[in-house]
């Protein structure tokens, strides 16, 4: 009898538990005796309660590469739905008939497979997808896309979704039938898979905050006037290249790209003080170096002293002490220069920290600029720099994986936050992670890129999702500085400097979407939320009860009557 009384248990208890599952074709490259070719595989995904954990299950294997992948598309796939999925267990399944290609090209499929089944929402199985997945939610080039086509073709699906800018060789396409489709973005995806658009697309420009562009036009105002001071101060001196510089910025001021004159001003700067300070003493040199620390530590101490309570005030400040640490870090280079005897190099050193501290008061303007109060509390900044240290580093590893790359540069910086972590800095350890986490972004999304045509269309799609940021911001009673700024240079650089464009687009994109750290984000339980039962299974489950209590009621009473 207790053998019963546990299996009816158990059966009770099965009927009330339940994982959202759901699967969908996958596009790969199969390992073959005749070499490489296009094929499919089944990609399978069950989400339960659990503590936020990601498993791959693969067969065949395929490499490590795929398990970082499956979990970056996971993350961008919670990411894109603003919510909380530390309380779910990921369980992703691939199987195929012979052993296929690891790496990032399955993070698409994985990511549209996650975000539907959070959702409960089906998947049209005539559609496949190959691309990578990167921040913000955009789908970025792979190789063997005209053998995935085939592929996808053969077992009869009706349409393939490819990365912009990827095209189907047309030598090869000869009597191919399948429809094959470019998309950008995971919404674009999503909505060729479902028929629906799960994000909210904003239309129209960004309409730039008044308050913004007031102080904005200070700023660069004050760094291209004193591009003028310094550039007529020069006698029978060859700066022809800084005049055109300067000039550039004088149409940028026309156009109102403040921030994009203020950063060519500052450029401009650089280079005329130190033509400016060319053949100064050692011992005036000494003087102007202690002159700069003690302006410079008088600075950073008014600063430290604020109160963060907004989002423009929080921005600002993480803008202006950047600029106070760069000023102090070249202070230092140049004291030891000096030291060592390296003149050039001192007065070079001490000309860029001069400039950059006064960059630094200009951008201090901002702090005038009024915004919607948050929780910026020391306990919520150092939640936000703990997130955001930890997915930068997620992204080195993943570039490390699947590339190769060793990134020492962007490791660096990342090593920095940690150590302004450690000293409870939070605020600007949130703007060094951030800043260390969009330039690995740049890398991931441009990977697979072959020429610069490619990497315009890529810098587009990344402006636009910058853009939808915003006017999200907007909506929420903020206006993202940084986010804005870097947004405005890259649309002035993507011509003519496209890698600083890629990195200026991704700086965009990560710092136009801030108050999403200070947000509370929901929960999704996968009992409730994932599926409502029919009537018929209501029924059954009740009936199922009631029958349950019956026999166990009986087998009780008749116990006790022996």
């Not at 399955?106 to 549209?112: D, H, V």
């Not at 955009?138 to 073709?153: F, H, Q």
């Not at 020492?408 to 060094?432: H, P, V």
């Not at 965009?508 to 801030?514: G, Y």
Request: glycine fraction near 6%; charge should be negative.
């Amino acid at each position: 009898m207790k053998k019963l009384i546990l299996f009816l248990f158990i059966l009770i208890l099965a009927s009330s538990v339940y994982a959202a599952e759901n699967k969908m074709t996958l596009l790969a490259v199969k390992e073959t005796p005749e070499g490489f070719v296009g094929g499919t595989a089944e990609l399978i995904l069950e989400i339960e309660d659990g503590k936020g954990r990601v498993f791959l299950e693969t067969s065949p294997l395929t490499k490590v590469d795929t398990q970082v992948s499956t979990r970056f598309a996971k993350q961008i796939a919670c990411d894109f739905l603003e919510v909380d999925c530390s309380n779910l267990d990921f369980i992703y399944t691939i199987k195929s008939d012979a052993p296929i290609v690891g790496g990032p090209s399955a993070g698409a499929s994985m990511a549209i497979l996650t975000v539907a089944t959070l959702k409960d929402i089906p998947l049209n199985k005539d559609l496949a997808i190959t691309g990578t997945i990167n921040s913000g939610g955009v789908i970025g080039p792979v190789g063997g896309i005209d053998a995935k086509a085939r592929a996808a073709e053969k077992i009869g699906l009706k349409k393939v979704l490819i990365p912009i800018g990827e095209q189907i060789n047309s030598s090869n396409s000869t009597n191919l039938t399948i429809e094959v489709m470019a998309v950008g973005t995971l919404n674009e995806a999503l909505f060729e898979f479902t028929g629906k658009k799960l994000k909210k697309e904003r239309t129209g420009n960004v309409v730039i905050d008044p308050e913004y562009t007031k102080i904005m036009k200070s700023v660069s105002t004050e760094l291209c006037q004193r591009s003028e001071g310094l550039l007529n101060s020069m006698e029978n001196q060859t700066v022809e290249n800084i005049r055109t510089i300067i000039n550039e910025s004088k149409q940028l001021l026309t156009k109102q790209d403040y921030y994009s004159a203020a950063s060519k001003c500052f450029s401009a700067n650089i280079q005329l003080n130190k033509i400016a300070n060319q053949g100064l003493s050692e011992d005036l040199l000494s003087s102007k170096l202690k002159n700069l620390r003690k302006d410079a530590e008088a600075f950073d101490e008014e600063i430290s002293e604020r109160t963060l309570k907004t989002i423009p005030e929080l921005q600002t400040y993480m803008i202006v002490k950047e600029r106070v640490n760069e000023a102090l870090e070249y202070y230092e280079k140049s004291v030891k220069e000096l030291t060592d005897s390296e003149i050039e190099g001192a007065i070079n050193d001490y000309s860029y920290a001069e400039e950059r501290l006064n960059s630094a008061k200009s951008w201090s303007n901002f702090f005038n600029k009024t915004g919607k109060e948050l929780d910026l509390t020391e306990e919520v900044l150092k939640k936000a720099c703990s997130t955001k240290i930890l997915e930068a580093n997620e992204r080195i590893q993943y570039v490390s994986l699947v590339y190769g790359l060793e990134i020492s540069s962007i490791q660096e910086r990342l090593e920095k936050a940690k150590q302004q972590q450690g000293t409870k800095e939070y605020a600007l350890c949130l703007n060094t992670a951030s800043l260390s986490k969009a330039e690995v972004d740049s890398i991931i999304s441009s990977a697979g890129a072959t020429d610069d045509d490619i990497l315009r269309e890529i810098i587009q799609v990344k402006l636009d999702i910058a853009k939808e940021n915003i006017l999200e911001e907007q909506e929420r009673g903020n206006f993202p500085i940084a986010g804005y700024s870097y947004f405005e240079y890259s649309q002035n650089l993507i011509n003519n400097s496209v890698h600083s464009a890629l990195l200026f687009s991704q700086y965009a994109q990560e710092l136009s979407s801030f108050d999403l750290y200070f947000q509370e984000t929901s929960k999704i339980d996968v009992k409730t939320d994932k599926r409502e039962f029919g009537d018929y299974e209501l029924i059954i489950l009740y009936a199922i009860g009631i029958i349950t209590g019956v026999i166990i009621t009986y087998m009780v009473l008749a116990r006790q009557l022996r």
